[in-house]
């Protein structure tokens, strides 16, 4: 399997998953019962679920009054796609040395 095809099927799943973790603690919220910590909400964002942690966010109403969620996640997702352009754009060439 080429790279870049683990790599998509990757994000795909890892958002996924976000996604449905905004959901189930929204879930548990209601019930008041026990809860996904925040930090593991992030974590899943940082490891390249932000874009379906947001989607989350806004379509359950979930974590949207915490400015480090409105704010975080965004910035997250912008540090990703910064991170992707440099990688497309700029050559590895310290790499090949």
Do not use: C
Not at 27 to 38: G, L, V
Not at 67 to 94: S, T
Request: glycine residues 8%; proline residues 4%; aromatic residues 14%.
């Amino acid at each position: 399997m080429k790279p870049i095809l683990i790599l998509l099927v990757y994000l795909v799943i890892i958002n996924i998953v976000g996604f449905a973790m905004m959901g189930i603690d929204k879930k548990k919220a209601k019930k008041r019962s026990f809860r996904i910590p925040e930090a593991s909400l992030f974590i899943i964002a940082v490891i390249g679920g932000s874009l379906g942690s947001i989607a989350g966010m806004y379509f359950f109403k979930h974590k949207t009054r915490h400015w480090y969620f409105v704010y975080g996640m965004p910035a997250i997702l912008v540090l990703h796609i910064i991170l992707a352009l440099v990688l497309y754009f700029m050559p590895l060439q310290f790499l090949t040395l």
